[in-house]
């Protein structure tokens, strides 16, 4: 029993130290980004006007007659 205390203690510290650091370093790394490229939320840009209107588009062809293939049954 010692000796999992002994060798598991130290594991857990360093996962404690390590997920710290990795939480400083991003943090940091984050205040940095926003002072260097800063988010702007505005009001968007209305849409631009179309130039010309397009006419519509043309009606779909007609439905073509259904090909029926023969029935090999009906020759039975």
Same mark, same amino acid.
């Given at each position: 029993?010692?000796? =999992?205390?002994?060798?598991?203690?130290?594991?857990?510290?360093? /996962? *404690?130290?390590?997920? *710290? %650091? /990795? !939480? *400083?370093?991003?943090? !940091?790394? %984050?205040?940095?980004?926003?002072?260097? #490229?800063?988010?702007? !939320?505005? =009001?968007?840009?209305? &849409? @631009?006007? &179309? +130039? +010309? @209107?397009?006419?519509?588009?043309?009606?779909?062809? &007609?439905?073509?007659? &259904?090909? #029926?293939?023969?029935?090999?049954? +009906? !020759?039975?």
């Amino acid at each position: 029993m010692g000796m =999992v205390i002994i060798i598991s203690l130290p594991l857990i510290f360093f /996962c *404690l130290l390590l997920g *710290l %650091g /990795c !939480y *400083l370093l991003g943090r !940091y790394k %984050g205040r940095q980004e926003i002072r260097t #490229n800063p988010e702007i !939320y505005g =009001v968007p840009a209305p &849409p @631009s006007r &179309p +130039a +010309a @209107s397009f006419p519509s588009p043309p009606p779909p062809p &007609p439905a073509a007659a &259904p090909h #029926n293939k023969p029935d090999s049954l +009906a !020759y039975a």
